[in-house]
Protein backbone atom coordinates (compact mmCIF):
# COMPACT_ATOMS: atom_id res chain seq x y z
CA UNK A 1 0.00 0.00 0.00
CA UNK A 2 1.23 3.45 -0.64
CA UNK A 3 -1.61 5.68 0.27
CA UNK A 4 -3.93 6.38 3.30
CA UNK A 5 -5.99 9.64 2.87
CA UNK A 6 -9.10 11.06 5.30
CA UNK A 7 -10.88 13.68 4.49
CA UNK A 8 -14.20 14.47 2.12
CA UNK A 9 -14.07 13.82 -1.15
CA UNK A 10 -16.72 15.84 -1.75
CA UNK A 11 -14.74 19.28 0.22
CA UNK A 12 -12.62 21.30 -2.03
CA UNK A 13 -9.19 20.87 -0.38
CA UNK A 14 -9.98 18.09 1.97
CA UNK A 15 -7.47 15.57 0.72
CA UNK A 16 -4.75 17.96 0.87
CA UNK A 17 -5.64 18.21 4.36
CA UNK A 18 -2.10 16.08 6.24
CA UNK A 19 -4.32 15.64 9.70
CA UNK A 20 -7.42 13.46 7.02
CA UNK A 21 -4.71 11.33 5.23
CA UNK A 22 -2.42 8.93 5.59
CA UNK A 23 0.48 7.69 3.35
CA UNK A 24 1.44 3.74 3.35
CA UNK A 25 4.55 3.59 1.10
CA UNK A 26 6.81 3.07 3.32
CA UNK A 27 4.62 2.17 6.88
CA UNK A 28 4.18 -1.70 6.87
CA UNK A 29 1.51 -1.13 9.54
CA UNK A 30 -2.47 -0.78 8.60
CA UNK A 31 -4.19 1.00 11.20
CA UNK A 32 -4.90 4.38 12.08
CA UNK A 33 -6.65 6.92 14.58
CA UNK A 34 -8.90 9.02 13.39
CA UNK A 35 -10.26 11.77 16.31
CA UNK A 36 -13.79 11.93 17.00
CA UNK A 37 -15.75 15.00 15.07
CA UNK A 38 -12.18 15.38 12.48
CA UNK A 39 -12.04 15.46 8.70
CA UNK A 40 -16.17 15.76 8.28
CA UNK A 41 -17.00 13.24 10.59
CA UNK A 42 -21.06 13.74 11.97
CA UNK A 43 -22.11 12.86 15.35
CA UNK A 44 -25.92 12.11 15.58
CA UNK A 45 -27.39 11.16 18.88
CA UNK A 46 -29.88 8.26 19.32
CA UNK A 47 -32.64 8.06 21.81
CA UNK A 48 -33.22 4.17 21.00
CA UNK A 49 -30.82 2.66 21.80
CA UNK A 50 -29.76 5.26 23.84
CA UNK A 51 -26.04 6.73 22.76
CA UNK A 52 -24.11 8.61 20.55
CA UNK A 53 -23.31 7.52 16.53
CA UNK A 54 -20.43 8.91 14.85
CA UNK A 55 -20.32 8.43 11.65
CA UNK A 56 -17.65 8.70 8.81
CA UNK A 57 -17.29 7.39 5.11
CA UNK A 58 -13.36 6.16 4.18
CA UNK A 59 -12.33 6.16 0.68
CA UNK A 60 -9.53 3.59 0.10
CA UNK A 61 -7.51 4.26 -2.72
CA UNK A 62 -4.70 2.17 -4.59
CA UNK A 63 -3.25 4.21 -6.92
CA UNK A 64 0.38 5.17 -6.26
CA UNK A 65 -0.13 9.06 -7.23
CA UNK A 66 -3.45 9.06 -4.93
CA UNK A 67 -6.27 9.60 -7.60
CA UNK A 68 -9.86 7.96 -7.26
CA UNK A 69 -10.12 5.03 -9.92
CA UNK A 70 -12.52 2.50 -10.10
CA UNK A 71 -10.45 -0.05 -7.87
CA UNK A 72 -10.62 2.03 -5.14
CA UNK A 73 -13.11 0.68 -1.90
CA UNK A 74 -15.58 2.79 0.04
CA UNK A 75 -16.73 2.09 3.32
CA UNK A 76 -19.57 3.89 5.06
CA UNK A 77 -18.61 3.79 8.87
CA UNK A 78 -20.91 3.78 12.02
CA UNK A 79 -19.56 3.70 15.59
CA UNK A 80 -22.11 3.67 18.20
CA UNK A 81 -21.29 4.78 21.91
CA UNK A 82 -24.20 3.29 24.25
CA UNK A 83 -25.27 4.95 27.12
CA UNK A 84 -26.43 2.86 30.13
CA UNK A 85 -29.07 2.83 31.91
CA UNK A 86 -28.46 2.56 35.72
CA UNK A 87 -32.26 0.81 37.62
CA UNK A 88 -32.17 1.84 41.49
CA UNK A 89 -35.08 0.04 42.87
CA UNK A 90 -36.57 -0.31 46.26
CA UNK A 91 -39.24 -3.00 47.15
CA UNK A 92 -41.53 -2.72 50.49
CA UNK A 93 -43.91 -5.29 51.92
CA UNK A 94 -47.12 -3.84 53.18
CA UNK A 95 -49.20 -6.76 53.33
CA UNK A 96 -49.20 -10.43 52.75
CA UNK A 97 -51.92 -9.50 49.37
CA UNK A 98 -49.73 -10.98 46.15
CA UNK A 99 -49.56 -8.32 43.23
CA UNK A 100 -48.54 -9.17 40.32
CA UNK A 101 -46.62 -6.67 38.21
CA UNK A 102 -47.81 -4.87 34.71
CA UNK A 103 -45.68 -3.14 32.63
CA UNK A 104 -45.24 -2.01 29.27
CA UNK A 105 -42.26 0.24 27.40
CA UNK A 106 -43.22 2.40 24.66
CA UNK A 107 -40.92 2.43 21.79
CA UNK A 108 -39.26 5.00 20.97
CA UNK A 109 -40.10 6.66 16.99
CA UNK A 110 -37.16 7.00 14.50
CA UNK A 111 -36.83 10.47 12.80
CA UNK A 112 -35.85 10.71 9.56
CA UNK A 113 -34.55 14.30 7.81
CA UNK A 114 -33.99 14.85 4.28
CA UNK A 115 -34.25 17.56 1.69
CA UNK A 116 -36.62 16.81 -1.33
CA UNK A 117 -37.60 18.24 -5.06
CA UNK A 118 -40.90 19.05 -6.53
CA UNK A 119 -42.72 18.36 -3.13
CA UNK A 120 -42.53 17.48 -0.17
CA UNK A 121 -43.21 13.84 -1.25
CA UNK A 122 -40.96 14.19 -4.09
CA UNK A 123 -37.86 12.19 -4.79
CA UNK A 124 -34.82 12.96 -2.25
CA UNK A 125 -31.99 14.92 -3.59
CA UNK A 126 -28.10 15.08 -3.33
CA UNK A 127 -27.49 17.71 -5.98
CA UNK A 128 -29.33 20.88 -6.60
CA UNK A 129 -28.42 24.76 -8.33
CA UNK A 130 -28.28 27.59 -6.46
CA UNK A 131 -31.84 29.35 -6.17
CA UNK A 132 -33.95 26.23 -6.94
CA UNK A 133 -37.00 25.58 -5.00
CA UNK A 134 -36.33 22.86 -2.37
CA UNK A 135 -38.25 21.15 0.53
CA UNK A 136 -36.98 20.13 3.32
CA UNK A 137 -38.71 17.46 5.78
CA UNK A 138 -38.60 15.78 8.88
CA UNK A 139 -40.51 12.86 10.29
CA UNK A 140 -40.71 10.34 12.71
CA UNK A 141 -42.85 7.01 12.67
CA UNK A 142 -44.99 5.80 14.48
CA UNK A 143 -47.10 8.70 14.79
CA UNK A 144 -48.28 8.09 18.48
CA UNK A 145 -45.90 11.08 19.76
CA UNK A 146 -45.54 14.51 19.03
CA UNK A 147 -42.38 16.68 17.60
CA UNK A 148 -40.60 19.94 17.78
CA UNK A 149 -37.86 20.36 14.84
CA UNK A 150 -35.04 22.28 16.92
CA UNK A 151 -31.21 23.62 16.60
CA UNK A 152 -30.61 23.25 13.00
CA UNK A 153 -27.63 24.07 11.33
CA UNK A 154 -25.80 24.16 8.00
CA UNK A 155 -22.43 22.70 7.77
CA UNK A 156 -19.82 22.47 5.23
CA UNK A 157 -18.56 19.72 7.21
CA UNK A 158 -15.33 21.17 7.71
CA UNK A 159 -16.36 23.02 11.03
CA UNK A 160 -17.99 26.21 8.91
CA UNK A 161 -21.47 25.96 10.80
CA UNK A 162 -24.61 28.51 10.51
CA UNK A 163 -27.93 28.51 12.34
CA UNK A 164 -30.93 28.57 10.22
CA UNK A 165 -33.60 26.87 13.11
CA UNK A 166 -32.98 28.04 16.60
CA UNK A 167 -33.65 26.80 20.15
CA UNK A 168 -37.47 26.87 20.02
CA UNK A 169 -37.88 25.92 16.60
CA UNK A 170 -38.17 28.79 14.48
CA UNK A 171 -36.51 30.26 11.39
CA UNK A 172 -33.36 32.29 11.80
CA UNK A 173 -33.00 33.94 8.35
CA UNK A 174 -36.62 33.10 6.30
CA UNK A 175 -34.71 33.70 3.22
CA UNK A 176 -32.80 30.81 3.89
CA UNK A 177 -35.43 28.56 5.21
CA UNK A 178 -39.00 29.37 5.86
CA UNK A 179 -41.34 28.65 8.70
CA UNK A 180 -41.81 25.12 9.36
CA UNK A 181 -45.32 23.70 8.47
CA UNK A 182 -46.09 20.73 10.78
CA UNK A 183 -48.81 17.86 10.02
CA UNK A 184 -51.85 17.77 12.36
CA UNK A 185 -50.65 14.89 14.00
CA UNK A 186 -46.89 16.63 15.14
CA UNK A 187 -45.12 14.12 13.69
CA UNK A 188 -44.34 15.24 10.51
CA UNK A 189 -43.07 18.73 8.98
CA UNK A 190 -41.47 20.39 6.46
CA UNK A 191 -39.88 24.39 5.15
CA UNK A 192 -39.41 25.20 1.59
CA UNK A 193 -35.61 26.70 0.56
CA UNK A 194 -34.01 28.15 -2.38
CA UNK A 195 -30.75 26.27 -2.42
CA UNK A 196 -27.72 28.23 -1.41
CA UNK A 197 -24.33 27.45 -0.48
CA UNK A 198 -20.91 28.35 0.87
CA UNK A 199 -18.89 30.86 -1.29
CA UNK A 200 -15.70 28.81 -0.74
CA UNK A 201 -17.55 25.34 -0.82
CA UNK A 202 -19.53 22.91 -3.41
CA UNK A 203 -20.81 20.46 -0.26
CA UNK A 204 -23.40 21.38 2.49
CA UNK A 205 -25.73 19.03 4.78
CA UNK A 206 -28.00 20.09 7.89
CA UNK A 207 -27.86 18.85 10.98
CA UNK A 208 -30.97 19.64 13.79
CA UNK A 209 -32.38 17.96 17.38
CA UNK A 210 -35.88 16.40 17.38
CA UNK A 211 -37.50 17.01 20.46
CA UNK A 212 -40.08 14.23 21.27
CA UNK A 213 -43.39 14.79 23.52
CA UNK A 214 -46.36 12.50 24.86
CA UNK A 215 -49.07 13.92 22.58
CA UNK A 216 -51.90 11.53 23.86
CA UNK A 217 -50.53 12.35 27.50
CA UNK A 218 -51.26 16.45 26.33
CA UNK A 219 -47.89 16.85 27.00
CA UNK A 220 -47.14 18.40 23.65
CA UNK A 221 -49.08 21.69 24.35
CA UNK A 222 -47.22 24.72 24.45
CA UNK A 223 -44.35 22.79 22.86
CA UNK A 224 -45.26 21.74 19.02
CA UNK A 225 -46.03 23.71 16.49
CA UNK A 226 -44.27 26.76 17.96
CA UNK A 227 -44.89 30.03 18.16
CA UNK A 228 -42.99 32.01 15.90
CA UNK A 229 -42.68 35.64 13.83
CA UNK A 230 -45.54 38.08 15.60
CA UNK A 231 -47.25 35.41 17.92
CA UNK A 232 -43.72 34.40 19.28
CA UNK A 233 -44.05 34.73 23.09
CA UNK A 234 -41.49 36.21 25.60
CA UNK A 235 -40.24 33.51 27.36
CA UNK A 236 -37.31 32.18 28.86
CA UNK A 237 -35.49 28.67 27.49
CA UNK A 238 -35.37 27.50 30.71
CA UNK A 239 -39.22 27.84 31.05
CA UNK A 240 -39.99 26.32 27.73
CA UNK A 241 -37.36 23.26 28.36
CA UNK A 242 -38.25 20.07 29.97
CA UNK A 243 -35.36 17.83 30.84
CA UNK A 244 -37.24 14.52 30.73
CA UNK A 245 -37.96 15.03 26.98
CA UNK A 246 -35.74 12.48 24.90
CA UNK A 247 -34.14 14.50 21.71
CA UNK A 248 -32.76 12.62 18.48
CA UNK A 249 -30.31 14.22 16.33
CA UNK A 250 -30.94 14.09 12.81
CA UNK A 251 -28.81 14.88 9.59
CA UNK A 252 -29.36 14.89 5.68
CA UNK A 253 -27.27 13.60 3.08
CA UNK A 254 -24.22 15.59 2.11
CA UNK A 255 -25.32 17.51 -0.80
CA UNK A 256 -23.18 18.95 -4.16
CA UNK A 257 -24.17 22.50 -5.28
CA UNK A 258 -23.66 24.42 -7.92
CA UNK A 259 -23.96 28.14 -9.16
CA UNK A 260 -24.33 29.34 -12.70
CA UNK A 261 -20.98 29.60 -13.23
CA UNK A 262 -20.46 26.10 -12.52
CA UNK A 263 -23.32 24.72 -14.45
CA UNK A 264 -22.31 26.92 -17.36
CA UNK A 265 -19.06 24.67 -16.94
CA UNK A 266 -20.11 21.60 -16.79
CA UNK A 267 -22.56 22.32 -20.08
CA UNK A 268 -19.77 23.86 -22.11
CA UNK A 269 -17.27 20.77 -21.53
CA UNK A 270 -18.80 17.34 -21.19
CA UNK A 271 -15.41 16.14 -20.37
CA UNK A 272 -15.68 17.33 -16.96
CA UNK A 273 -18.90 15.66 -16.14
CA UNK A 274 -17.83 12.55 -14.57
CA UNK A 275 -14.96 14.38 -12.39
CA UNK A 276 -17.93 17.32 -11.10
CA UNK A 277 -20.55 13.74 -10.53
CA UNK A 278 -18.08 11.90 -8.38
CA UNK A 279 -18.49 14.16 -5.34
CA UNK A 280 -22.31 13.01 -5.25
CA UNK A 281 -20.86 9.99 -3.68
CA UNK A 282 -20.23 11.10 0.03
CA UNK A 283 -16.76 10.34 1.15
CA UNK A 284 -14.37 11.06 3.80
CA UNK A 285 -11.30 10.35 1.95
CA UNK A 286 -8.66 8.48 3.08
CA UNK A 287 -5.96 7.37 0.36
CA UNK A 288 -4.41 3.59 0.64
CA UNK A 289 -1.31 2.21 -1.14
CA UNK A 290 -0.34 -1.37 -1.37
CA UNK A 291 2.97 -2.25 -0.20
Known amino acids: MKWLLFGSGNKQGRAKDKSCRQSYANNGTNSYSLPLGKCGMQR??????????????????????????????AFHVKCFYMEPDSIVS??????????????????????EYSVRRDSPNGPALTFANVGETVYHVWECNPADMGMLVKKCFVTDGDGEDHAVIDYDGC???????????????????????????????????????????QRQMG??????????????????RRAASR????????????????????RRQMGSNPLCVPKMTLPLIPLVLITVSAV
Open 44 to 73: LRSANPRGVNFVVTVLVSFHPAGFITKNDR
Open 219 to 236: MCQDVTPPFCGRNRPNRT
Open 90 to 111: QSIDVSSLPTTEISDAMQMPKC
Open 171 to 213: STDVSLLSELVYDQNLMKAHATSQVFKYADSNQLYFTCQIRLC
Open 243 to 262: TQDPEIDVATREMLVLDQEE
